[in-house]
Structure formats: C-alpha cells, structure tokens
C-alpha cells in the first residue's frame, strides 16, 4: 500500500528551527519529484517548496525562500523540509506530497498521492 507520512510537527517559539520528514512506502521514491505544501487556518493550500526526483532541482515560495531547505534520501525514502527563522505565519498543517512528474514546476500541479499532514505552530 503506497503510503506517505509526515513528521516532525510541533509547537516552536518564533525563530525557532524543525525539520519535518516525509517517509514513503509502497512505490519507489526515486522516480517522482516530492513537494511540501501547507494549509493555514481559513486559508488555501499552498506549494511551499519542490525537489526533483534527483535532488538537481529545487523550488520554494517566495515567503519561506533563504529560510527552509528541502532534501531526500533516496535509499532511505524520505523527502526532508528544514524549517529555520519561523515566524508565526508559518503555523500551518504540512503535506508532502508525490507528483506524477520527475520536475518540478512552479505551479505545484499535478499531484498524485498526498500524505495526511503534520501541524506546525509557531507561538511565543
């Protein structure tokens, strides 16, 4: 069963570090380009960041840009989000997610499985 799931959620004081990790079963990890997407109180999902199915390509949204850094592991089939400098509006639910291309394009389309999230809140 193909299976995405995310950790590394939790409560941070604002300026504070996560790293969130998305591990993968069920399907090869390898050949699909992973993103991380976030969906705040009241508002819409959005594509945070995209990394290409060989690690040669990347893309964030202007808002986390210099502040999050996205990697995987292949072999051991996990995508991670590297979350530093949080501020208050970076509380969201996080999502990985695998697309049905190996690229990443800056519309964030195409999505083929989704995990269930993890909760990131960033309060004093």
């Known amino acids: 069963q193909l299976q995405l799931v995310e950790s590394g959620g939790g409560l941070v004081q604002p300026g504070g570090s996560l790293r969130l990790s998305c591990a993968a079963s069920?399907?090869?990890?390898?050949?699909?380009?992973i993103g991380w997407f976030r969906q705040a109180p009241g508002k819409e999902r959005e594509g945070v960041s995209c990394?290409?199915?060989?690690?040669?390509?990347?893309n964030y949204a202007d808002s986390v840009k210099g502040r999050f850094t996205i990697s995987r592991d292949n072999a051991k089939k996990t995508v991670y989000l590297q979350m530093n400098s949080l501020k208050p509006e970076d509380t969201a639910v996080y999502y990985c997610?695998?697309?049905?291309?190996?690229?990443?394009?800056?519309?964030?389309?195409?999505?083929?499985?989704w995990g269930k999230g993890t909760l990131v809140t960033v309060s004093s």
């Open positions: 069920g399907f090869t990890l390898g050949y699909s380009a």
């Open positions: 997610a695998a697309f049905g291309s190996r690229l990443c394009y800056t519309d964030y389309e195409g999505v083929d499985y």
């Open positions: 990394i290409s199915y060989r690690s040669d390509s990347t």
